[in-house]
């Protein structure tokens, strides 16, 4: 059974770019959920994607946008980057919308400078 | 709004003491669900337990083991005869169920630093 992974590991961005995260989903799972984790903080809940179409949305602006793909991987675009993007991204999968344990990948470590 | 409160921020002891992970929580759903993630370095969350509002049942899994009380909203997280590999950060998270406004999300406590050294 293949985990969650996560492309790329690290990434160096400068204010105002713009980045995509890319997240392939555990075998079997058709839910992926998106967290961003500060230096020293608990995961913060960005959105979730179940069947191509968000349901569910943290309180993440605009700039913060999804897609999900047919064979369920993710994207996570972040536009117009501030210097508190700066975190580890998590993208976590699960079976359906119901409260199914949660399976996260590595992460995606974004430094915004 | 749902709020998970892990009041210790860091711990540390020598290996083989017992430690216990403290985790309080706040919702108005009548039905959601516990869960405790370990941390490691590398950064993966990985998942540890998860427990449903309903089942008041403690329970053991090896060295680990997990005390649900209802009374006091708290699902504390005990390691007994603590190794050198439990050192990490463990999160206390909370869902809700369907119909709530934190269905299926994940609100994670602030985390606990365990260090054990040898």
């Known amino acids: 059974e293949t985990g969650v992974t996560q492309s790329p590991t690290h990434l160096i961005k400068t204010r105002g770019q713009q980045v995509t995260l890319r997240c392939s989903s555990q075998?079997?799972?058709?839910?992926v959920s998106w967290y961003q984790q500060a230096l020293g903080q608990g995961p913060q809940f960005i959105f979730q994607?179940?069947?191509?179409?968000?349901?569910g949305r943290g309180n993440f602006p605009p700039r913060f946008s999804g897609l999900q793909f047919p064979n369920y991987s993710s994207e996570l675009n972040v536009n117009a980057l501030e210097l508190d993007d700066s975190a580890l991204y998590l993208c976590a999968s699960s079976q359906g919308t119901s409260v199914e344990t949660q399976y996260f990948g590595p992460g995606t470590r974004l430094l915004v400078l | 709004a749902q709020k998970v409160t892990q009041a210790q921020t860091e711990i540390s002891v020598v290996e083989k003491e017992d430690v216990t992970l403290d985790c309080v929580y706040e919702?108005?759903?009548?039905?959601?669900?516990l869960f405790w993630y370990k941390q490691p370095p590398s950064g993966e969350l990985v998942f540890l337990i998860r427990?449903?509002?309903?089942?008041?049942q403690n329970e053991i899994s090896g060295r680990y083991s997990w005390n649900f009380q209802k009374s006091t909203s708290s699902f504390n997280f005990t390691i007994t005869a603590s190794q050198v590999v439990d050192s990490a950060v463990y999160f206390c998270?909370?869902?809700?169920?369907?119909?709530?406004?934190?269905?299926?999300?994940?609100?994670f406590g602030q985390g606990t630093i365990l260090t054990v050294h040898p």
């Open positions: 994607y179940y069947r191509e179409e968000e349901n």
């Open positions: 919702t108005r759903d009548t039905t959601y669900y």
């Open positions: 075998s079997g799972h058709n839910t």
């Open positions: 427990r449903n509002s309903f089942d008041e």
């Open positions: 998270a909370l869902s809700g169920d369907a119909g709530g406004t934190s269905y299926g999300k994940l609100t």
